[in-house]
């Protein structure tokens, strides 16, 4: 094997180990779903459809490529600001609690999953 083509075939090796290797930061559905369960966030929100909330697809679409995406869902979820619905009331958007309380590595699993969608 010439030395051109033994280094192809190492770059390529290294390259699929690299992809197949899980992420540092990785988003953990399963947790993610649980915590949307146990704040029933699922009562306003769906993956896909709207419901009193917008559904997590249209909130990952709105926020793709924005810097300032997962701080800005974080600080909607923790500081209970007011949310629109589609009759135009406002009401406090529920703070989403985790267990031990305050968890940011929770919070922020949350929101990657939602933007994620």
Known sequence: MNIHLKFAVSVALALSTLV????????DEEAAK???????????HAI???KDGPAYKAVA??????ANAEARLIEHIT?????????????????VKTSPPKDA????????WILAQ
């Not at 649980?34 to 306003?44: D, G, P, S, V, Y």
């Not at 679409?61 to 924005?66: A, F, L, S």
């Open 79 to 95: 500081s209970g600001e007011k949310a629109k619905f589609p009759d135009g009331h406002e009401e406090e958007h529920k703070i």
């Open 34 to 44: 649980a915590l949307a369960k146990q704040n029933n966030c699922l009562k306003c």
């Open 61 to 66: 679409t709105k926020y793709k490529g924005k």
């Open 20 to 27: 197949f290797l899980p992420s540092a930061h990785a988003v």
């Open 48 to 50: 896909e459809k709207e």
């Open 105 to 112: 590595a929770q919070i922020k699993n949350l929101v990657q």
